[in-house]
């Protein structure tokens, strides 16, 4: 039988219990021993003085044996004494892309740059690659055999509202799987004499350093994976786009770190991710993943699309300058020769194709400009599930693939 109230209160064991706490009230009485023994002279010593032998603390390493936590205060081995802003992967600009420009000193342009556009018009797929290409999406998207809770989905009228959690592919495998599939299907399309100069790493990691007017600001970001070449990207003339002839926009009266969390724990030093000496060095294409899981305002708001373009923005400049640095020197300033760098973002549907140069690492120059140009984000599809318990794959969008076959040839 169950022990409850109502038993209790006809059971011994209720006595016992409230006899417990009573007694457990009582406050000892002094019984006058301690003070008649100091009072002849004996001294009074407490037990464990006598019994327990006092050493100092040592603590062995077992390998295997997970590390204790590394407190986050001065004795952090990364502790710097002068506070600095730290951009990493799970942050937004607040104004998006006009804080991105303001803070990277660069101009945008709303299209890709002309030679793209042109071998855009000239590039057509072959049906085959098109067909195995939607079996793709289904494979990775659909068929995918990993089952995880998935993220959280809210109802906007009701935000103290939670859906049941579903079991599915997670966000970032899904990321991972469908900009794999599209890369596979570049291979084919672009053939032998491209595919030995081109090589994909995965969590490449970038640290890129900045002062501007005195304030410290880490770039501290990765790509999720990165196509890297042997040979760098050719240039665009800036004689031909002439970034000087556009203006920075205002933010007054908000500063360009606006939104980016201080921190005295960070590493100041710039880092590459491949070594200068590798044949494939390059930095080529950029792979973001951006699902909403992964990135957040500070105010909780959500994110909009122009923060989202605006962290495309800043991770592209991030592998650029880390690359001038590791040619030229962590003091450059005037690039001898502009880096280009282009950047996939998606979030598995939605796929951003953007391409940045970097022409100058002085961010408060007034003479140089960096440039990005941009192109409205392309939809890969419209519905990609069961319908009714049949895996459907509805309007599948083929530029998708004949942008990221471009981006990879060229």
């Not at 070449?229 to 556009?246: E, G, K």
């Not at 360009?256 to 080529?284: A, C, F, G, K, M």
């Not at 800043?314 to 300033?333: C, E, I, T």
Request: neutral net charge.
């Amino acid at each position: 039988m169950r022990l409850t109230n109502s038993l209790l209160r006809q059971h011994i064991g209720f006595f016992f219990k409230k006899h417990w706490l009573q007694q457990g009230k009582r406050v000892p009485n002094s019984t006058g021993a301690e003070e008649e023994l100091v009072a002849r002279g004996i001294r009074v010593v407490d037990p464990e003085e006598v019994l327990k032998e006092q050493r100092p603390r040592q603590d062995f390493h077992i390998p295997g044996m997970v590390p204790p936590p590394v407190a986050f205060d001065e004795t952090h081995p990364l502790w710097q004494s002068e506070q600095a802003y730290v951009y990493g992967d799970s942050n937004v600009l607040l104004e998006g892309v006009r804080q991105a420009q303001c803070l990277l000193n660069t101009v945008v342009f709303d299209d890709l740059p002309l030679k793209i556009e042109e071998k855009l018009d000239q590039t057509k797929l072959p049906n085959q690659l098109d067909r195995s290409m939607q079996q793709s999406v289904l494979s990775a998207l659909v068929f995918d055999t990993e089952q995880v809770k998935t993220a959280i989905v809210k109802v906007p009228e009701r935000p103290a509202y939670k859906l049941p959690r579903a079991y599915g592919i997670s966000e970032g495998r899904r990321n991972l799987l469908i900009l794999s599939k599209l890369v596979t299907h570049c291979e084919r399309f672009a053939g032998p004499s491209v595919n030995a100069n081109r090589k994909v790493v995965y969590n490449a990691q970038f640290l890129v350093p900045m002062t501007k007017d005195g304030e410290r600001t880490l770039l501290n970001v990765k790509a999720d994976s990165m196509i890297i070449s042997n040979a760098p990207i050719h240039p665009l003339d800036t004689t031909v786009y002439r970034p000087m002839d556009q203006d920075l926009p205002a933010l007054f009266p908000l500063k360009e770190t606006v939104s980016i969390p201080q921190q005295n724990i960070y590493d100041w030093r710039n880092e590459y991710p491949i070594n200068r000496n590798y044949p494939l060095s390059h930095p080529h294409t950029v792979l973001i993943h951006c699902s909403p899981g992964d990135v957040k305002n500070a105010t909780e708001l959500p994110v909009s699309r122009d923060q989202i373009e605006g962290r495309t923005m800043v991770k592209a400049f991030s592998a650029a300058a880390a690359r001038a640095r590791q040619l030229y020197g962590d003091d450059v300033k005037t690039l001898p020769q502009p880096i280009t760098v282009q950047a996939v973002q998606t979030d598995s549907k939605s796929f951003h194709f953007s391409v940045y140069q970097l022409n100058t690492l002085d961010l408060s120059s007034s003479t140089e400009r960096n440039m990005w140009f941009r192109k409205a984000p392309l939809d890969l599809y419209s519905e990609c599930g069961y319908v009714v318990g049949k895996p459907t794959l509805e309007n599948y969008n083929k530029d998708v693939l004949r942008h990221f076959a471009v981006f990879y040839s060229s």
